[in-house]
């Protein structure tokens, strides 16, 4: 049996990489890194942005809330400022029973005038949505390894 290696996973990728990974202009990228705080991209000597896994995750993340969901840019850095702090507080040791209030956003932050948001349902569909978007990705890379293999017989 032939040995098999890992696919190798890139440190840094580039703004054209992410780009696209997820379908959209390099100038919505690099929009998005300087409006959210949570990307930080590294930069080369040349000045070009590296983006790192943990970016990409959160740039899926925003692309899901504002392309998807249809939420501003603003209704989508406090839903994400929602759901850090609520992962915060799930990771917290002494954390009890997750509340499950709804909160209620006012002003023009969804499109659509004012929104209600459950944070705790809303955060866990995100999270699965992800979960299953990595593992789309994981087999995808595999059935693309499997076609390479049969092609070559």
């Known amino acids: 049996m032939p040995y098999k290696d890992k696919p190798i996973e890139k440190m840094y990728y580039t703004i054209g990489e992410v780009a696209s990974m997820l379908h959209v ?17 590294a930069t080369n000597k040349k000045g070009n942005r590296l983006f790192t896994a943990k970016d990409i995750e959160n740039f899926k ?3 899901h809330l ?12 406090i839903e994400m400022q929602q759901m850090r702090k609520k992962m915060r507080i799930e990771q917290h040791p002494s954390a009890a029973v ?4 709804t909160q209620t956003v006012e ?3 969804h499109g659509r005038g004012s929104f209600e948001t ?7 569909d995100l999270v699965n949505k ?24």
């Open 66 to 77: 504002v392309k998807e969901k249809g939420f501003t840019l603003k209704g989508a850095k």
């Open 25 to 41: 202009n390099t100038s919505h990228i690099r929009f998005w890194s300087k409006q959210f705080d949570v990307i930080k991209p």
């Open 130 to 153: 992800l979960e299953v978007v990595k593992s789309l990705e994981k087999i995808k890379s595999s059935l693309l390894e499997i076609q390479k293999g049969l092609s070559a017989i």
């Open 118 to 124: 459950s944070t705790d349902q809303s955060t866990k």
């Open 61 to 63: 993340v925003i692309f």
């Open 107 to 109: 002003g023009p932050l």
């Open 98 to 101: 997750p509340s499950t209030e």
